[in-house]
Antibody
């Protein structure tokens, strides 16, 4: 059973930084792209960022570009999200989720088929 | 960037009803469309991928259709466990992985 466990959520002041982690297990982590998705209280799902299976490609939502950095360590099966210059509107539950798979050198598009339980980030003065 | 628009935003229905939720994309996403179910305080659960393929373990009363810019999720006979919020998401890697705004399915 695929397992994704987020950690690092906390309450921080606007303008500060925070690093989230996602520990992956029970699947070939280094074969999949990985995503961060967030959900503000009472709101819908908001895609944040994706990193390719090998870390060579990263994409971000416009709302976080230049402030958030996604990274991964395939030797440790971990995904991270470094968040800086945090704003009140970044308050949300942050989920990591599994995406595309690389197979025989070809990337096969996959939906976000497994999600963690989420970690809460609160940005407030 | 691509916009995903779901309708309706809220849907009231009864157990046993057939319901349909629509998702429209501002540009063609081919068949790279997924549907998720989310219950309060829980992570989203994948129901349908590639527009019409049923994820393993998902009841057959759920079905998806469409391609290009218009997609539908249908629940053939609502069960009590189906009252939740539903989201579509496009995963065409040419674009950002945009979600629809969600459809809350409520008990009438």
């Amino acid at each position: 059973q695929v397992q994704l466990v987020e950690s690092g959520g906390d309450m921080v002041q606007p303008g500060r930084s925070l690093r989230l982690s996602c520990a992956a297990s029970r699947f070939s982590f280094s074969s999949h792209s990985m995503h961060w998705v967030r959900q503000a209280p009472g709101k819908g799902l908001d895609w944040v960022a994706v990193i390719s299976y090998d870390g060579s490609n990263k994409r971000y939502a416009d709302s976080v570009k230049g402030r958030f950095t996604i990274s991964r360590d395939n030797s440790k099966n971990t995904l991270e999200l470094q968040m800086s210059s945090l704003r009140v509107e970044d308050t949300a539950v942050y989920y990591c989720a599994r995406g595309d798979i690389v197979f025989d050198g070809t990337i096969v598009p996959l939906p976000l088929d497994h999600w963690g339980q989420g970690t809460l980030v609160t940005v407030s003065s | 960037d691509i916009q995903m628009t779901q309708s309706p935003s809220t849907l009231s229905a009864s157990v046993g009803d057939r319901v349909t939720i629509t998702c429209r994309a501002s540009q063609s996403v081919g068949s790279w469309l997924a549907w998720f179910q989310q219950k309060p305080e829980k992570a989203p659960k994948l129901l349908i991928y590639k527009a019409s393929l049923l994820e393993s373990g998902v009841p057959s009363r759920f079905s998806g259709s469409g391609s290009g810019t218009e997609f539908t999720l249908t629940i053939s006979s609502l069960q009590p466990d189906d009252f939740a919020t539903y989201y579509c998401q496009q995963y065409d890697t040419s674009f950002s992985y945009t979600f629809g705004q969600g459809t809350k399915l409520e008990i009438k």
